[in-house]
């Protein structure tokens, strides 16, 4: 058994991972068969040893400060930062649920059961819920409220060190964020908020963001138009090849409207879709063309993209990258924005960015799925579900269905389709994360990616398997629909990395391939079971 | 920054083993980097998937969409996991020499 992590093994000066994590020690998945012999040994092979390390991986990339001064510096720009956090002035946003996280918790540890990253880990201390939060409340009751001996006797204390600070910005990074314990908590108190607001202090205050969120992220999109690298060129030279591809494949014409102005609808996917998925911007345009639906795309810098990874670490991010995308459907002059199937922009867009655009940038926002509801439900479509005659599954994006309470709209689509749908256990607003929530998916390097298939995502991986233990041969070919990119990328890496297309014939996509797939007016086997 | 020495030569590249300056990228550094991915030795097939990549991503800054890439070259997606067995974004584009794509792809 491996020893219990503790607070103070934080601020360990050593250059040893403070936690290792065994795959011996992690719950056995139920899958019939042998695993793929690369899982034993394929993590943790690749031990980091710079900085201060955590569990073996990493993510945030930063020099190591040489000189005293340096180190006190940094902790000292925390500090401050800290504080900023708990002022009116620099934090508006999320200040009074993040006072509320500080000040009520009752350490029942409800949570605990809650967290699928905790569970699935063997029940490791250092991703217990409260571990990060715990450390954060004695930071704050001590450099905030004012500490003394009755604060430390009440609350504990935890000395500030560099090796801390810098393990308590990388374990921010261990948390999908998918709140599903600030659900569980009969108090409401949020740890996920609280991983969130240690990560935007890490990223505001000292600089420190993940690569792929901040300089190949939110910075490349603002500069280029999209996180991907496209540039308006490359988009439009990427959708005149989906519509060809489309109007093949479907046996209709199809045609991506561009920058049109006075559509009712302006359309933004995350591009990433554009790039690796383009069978569901492909199927948005089969849909809405077939339903009458006027609608047009951009091609301005940032429309072609929903994606505004700030939600995930830095707010002021979050807010250049939410106006531009409400001045691009302001200077088109359409009656709404409808976000694709991409559940971080839900979060940003459709609700964050509403404490954020005022006048006239208040242009009516909705979800995609709210839509494709519509568009099926109303009868717009003909359809013959029985095209779908295959097991399909549905995993609810956190963004979108516990945040935002977008729960039905998808499942009545399903229902309509999808004549072998099934839930998971469980499901809806009790739903567990994928594992690649808030940019996890997008993050790789240093072991990450294994990090993830094997510990965050472990859970939804089992809950695929249950869900489908009924037909698990490869040969019955079945489909787990999840509408969000970051979801379907990691649903992807986890699949792959325990081989389970080819061991079990599980395969991934989108909701909107699974109404085109059953449209009468388009040729049959939209859905191709090849791999990608 | 890592440095990984390929047959005998040093490259530095960045936390995914991606060449980090994609200029200094030639027919050699792509048989090195080929040696990363379990290929033993580069056959027309794998360079005209390199090929194809390093002209696109001059033209554009980026690398293909991957459908595009199999269209182009006319190599079945389940081909080319055979090429490069970390698939078509980690395998081919590393021997092609390109940053390794970013975004929710």
Not at chain 1, 97 to 125: I, K, N, W, Y
Not at chain 1, 151 to 159: D, L, M, P, T, Y
């Amino acid at each position: 058994m491996r020893p219990r992590t503790k607070f103070s093994d934080l601020a360990r000066a050593d250059r040893e991972p403070v936690a290792r994590i065994d795959p011996a020690d992690l719950p056995p998945l139920s899958s019939p068969g042998p695993p793929p012999a690369k899982l034993a040994a394929a993590w943790p092979a690749r031990m980091d040893a710079a900085g201060y390390p955590l569990d073996g991986t990493r993510v945030l990339a930063f020099p190591d400060p040489a000189t005293k001064a340096e180190r006190d510096a940094l902790v000292g720009a925390f500090l401050s930062g800290l504080e900023k956090l708990f002022s009116r002035e620099n934090n508006w946003t999320f200040l009074q649920p993040l006072l509320l996280s500080m000040e009520h918790c009752a350490r029942c540890q409800t949570c605990s059961d809650a967290c699928h990253v905790f569970e699935s880990s063997g029940r490791e201390e250092l991703y217990r819920p409260t571990f990060r939060s715990e450390i954060f409340r004695r930071l704050y009751f001590e450099h905030v409220k004012g500490g003394g001996l009755v604060s430390a006797w009440q609350h504990g204390r935890v000395e500030v060190t560099w090796p801390l600070v810098a393990r308590l910005g990388e374990l921010a990074y261990r948390c999908n964020l998918c709140r599903r314990c600030a659900q569980a908590c009969p108090i409401g108190v949020d740890n996920g908020l609280i991983a969130h607001e240690i990560r935007k202090l890490f990223s505001q205050e000292l600089g420190i963001a993940p690569t792929e969120l901040h300089a190949s992220g939110s910075m490349l999109q603002m500069k280029v138009g999209s996180s991907t690298g496209m540039n308006a060129a490359a988009v439009r030279d990427n959708a005149s090849f989906i519509d060809e591809e489309m109007t093949e494949k479907t046996g209709v014409a199809v045609e991506t409207p561009w920058d049109v102005e006075g559509a009712d609808v302006l359309l933004i996917h995350n591009a990433g879709e554009i790039l690796s998925w383009p069978e569901n911007p492909g199927a948005f345009a089969v849909i809405l063309n077939a339903a009458g639906i006027s609608w047009t795309m951009s091609s301005d810098i940032a429309g072609y993209d929903s994606v505004n990874y700030g939600v995930w670490y830095d707010d002021a991010q979050l807010a250049r990258v939410a106006r531009m995308h409400a001045e691009i459907a302001k200077a088109l002059k359409v009656k709404k924005i409808v976000v694709g199937e991409c559940g971080h922009a839900h979060k940003a867009l459709l609700v964050v960015a509403d404490r954020l655009l005022d006048g006239d940038l208040r242009i009516p926002r909705e979800s995609a799925l709210t839509l494709l509801r519509d568009i099926v439900a109303g009868g717009r479509l003909r359809l013959d579900p029985s095209r779908n005659d295959f097991p399909v599954t549905l995993h609810d994006p956190c963004n979108v269905v516990r945040l935002m309470g977008v729960v039905e709209p998808q499942r009545e689509v399903l229902r309509l389709v999808c004549p072998r749908f099934r839930e998971m256990t469980p499901h809806g607003v009790d739903n567990y994360c994928c594992g690649g929530g808030s940019g996890f998916a997008v993050m790789g390097g240093n072991g990450f990616q294994d990090w993830r298939s094997q510990v965050a995502g472990r859970r939804k991986l089992q809950q695929v398997l249950d869900a489908f233990s009924d037909c698990l041969e490869p040969a019955v070919r079945k489909y787990v629909c999840a509408p969000c990119s970051n979801c379907k990328g990691q649903i992807r890496d986890l699949l792959a990395f325990h081989d389970v297309w080819r061991r079990h014939g599980i395969m991934y996509g989108g909701l909107a391939e699974l109404v085109v797939n059953a449209m009468k007016d388009v040729n049959p086997g939209f859905i191709e079971w090849e791999w990608r | 920054m890592p440095i990984v020495e390929l047959n005998g030569r040093p490259y530095h590249v960045d936390d995914n083993g991606f060449l980090q300056d994609p200029q200094i990228w030639n027919d050699d550094v792509a048989r090195d980097f080929a040696t990363t991915e379990g290929i033993a030795e580069m056959t027309d097939e794998h360079w005209k998937l390199v090929r194809y990549l390093r002209e696109y991503y001059l033209q554009f800054g980026i690398a293909p969409m991957v459908r595009k890439l199999c269209k182009e070259t006319g190599l079945k997606l389940a081909r080319v996991y055979e090429l490069f067995p970390s698939g078509p974004a980690n395998g081919a584009c590393k021997v092609a020499g390109l940053p390794k794509p970013t975004g929710c792809v």
